[in-house]
């Protein structure tokens, strides 16, 4: 059991009703006047809802044991999406509903992890950074600094982040996946 006030983003548990709920944020909140409060914003990890809630410090919920196996991301055909545990080339369907923030950030044949509770597929887990190629953005600057307010760019997978001016359509960027944001020139 784990107490409401130990769970942070990224740590999933199972309620008294058996949702199993992943933690996207967490915060303490201290209002002017009575006890302390978590705030959180979760996501139902077999239907994909996102909600925001509160508990109590003290609450207690059972932490779910999430085991991860190697995978690489095959390809994506309507609604679902194709996976292969790259050591037992076993197959997995993942709807792309319950997979699309993480569809952002990979490629096809890219690795990532496939997130299992019990014998339920509940998952995908990218690496923390990723490289990705501009395909579209606006013409860069000439005198453009690193300080400059930057500019949108579509990025292979659809993903669009902000840049600095000097980036160009074509370019490798290094992307942080945690926040979708620019890292650096790959």
């Known amino acids: 059991m784990i107490e409401a006030s130990k769970l942070r983003a990224g740590m999933t548990f199972v309620t008294s009703d058996g949702k199993l709920i992943k933690v996207l944020e967490a915060s303490h909140h201290k209002p002017g006047k009575g006890n302390t409060i978590m705030r959180m914003k979760l996501r139902d990890v077999r239907s994909g809802s996102t909600f925001d809630t509160s508990y109590r410090p003290e609450e207690k919920f059972e932490q779910a044991i999430i085991e991860t196996v190697p995978a690489q991301y095959l390809y994506q055909m309507d609604d679902t ?106």
Request: charged content about 20%.
């Open 81 to 186: 999406a194709y996976f292969m545990n790259t050591e037992t080339y076993d197959q997995y369907e993942i709807p792309v509903a319950n997979v699309q923030e993480e569809l952002k950030f990979i490629l096809e044949n890219s690795d990532v992890k496939i997130q299992f509770y019990g014998t339920e597929v509940i998952g995908v887990q990218v690496p923390t950074t990723v490289e990705l190629t501009v395909t579209e953005t606006q013409p860069s600057i000439k005198g453009a600094t690193v300080t400059g307010s930057g500019k949108p760019a579509t990025l292979e997978t659809g993903l669009v982040v902000n840049v600095p001016d000097f980036i160009e359509a074509g370019q490798k960027l290094v992307i942080n996946t945690a926040e979708g944001t620019y890292v650096s020139r790959a």
